[in-house]
């Protein structure tokens, strides 16, 4: 087994760089969370601005749809949701300046690429281990879309996130 890379959120740039398809990731700072009618409202903006919103640029997108507050967490648990639904969005948000995403599951062709074009990232997280991966989550807050509920965008603060590179910015992808 190799080492886990520790990372800091925002994620350098040139750090993502040195990342390989299969390396095992702990997370730690601040990311996103995103999921589907999110990511339409999200592009709505994109398209009228022109550049993402609420601070966007540079940031992680977790596809993941929190469960209500326990055990004095944040959430009693953050499941990944699986990425591919979000595949009709990714790209364009890569090529916007998200500089990662997180779920679960095989990606498009698309999105390859546009890990590749962008320099950027795409990690999976473990289905089924969200009570888990909650215990990483120190806060969390809505930032837009509230009427939205579990699918609202949410910055979030975690610590040792889990998570495994699933394409690299040369396109390696871990499903192949």
């Known amino acids: 087994m190799t080492e886990q890379r520790r990372l800091s959120l925002p994620l350098n740039r040139d750090e993502l760089k040195t990342l390989a398809m299969g390396d095992a990731c702990l997370l730690t700072g601040t990311m996103y969370m995103l999921r589907d009618a999110g990511h ?14 609420y601070g966007l640029d540079g940031q992680a997108i ?34 916007a300046g998200i500089a990662a995403t997180l779920g679960k599951g095989v990606r498009s062709d698309e999105v390859r690429q546009a890990c590749i074009d962008t320099g950027s990232v795409y990690f999976v997280t473990t289905g089924g281990a969200a009570a888990l991966l909650a215990k990483c989550v120190t806060s969390g807050e809505v930032v837009a879309y509230d009427d939205l509920g579990t699918e609202a965008l949410r910055r979030i603060e975690v610590v040792d996130f889990p998570a495994f590179v699933g394409i690299d910015t040369a396109g390696a992808c871990i499903y192949d």
Not at 40 to 53: D, K, M, T
């Open 40 to 53: 339409i409202r999200l592009l709505a903006e994109l398209h009228e601005q022109g550049s993402l919103p």
């Open 62 to 95: 977790f596809y993941a749809g929190p469960t209500p507050p326990s055990a004095g967490r944040p959430f009693g648990a953050v499941g990944p949701t699986t990425a591919s639904r979000m595949d009709f969005a990714a790209p364009e948000l890569y090529h």
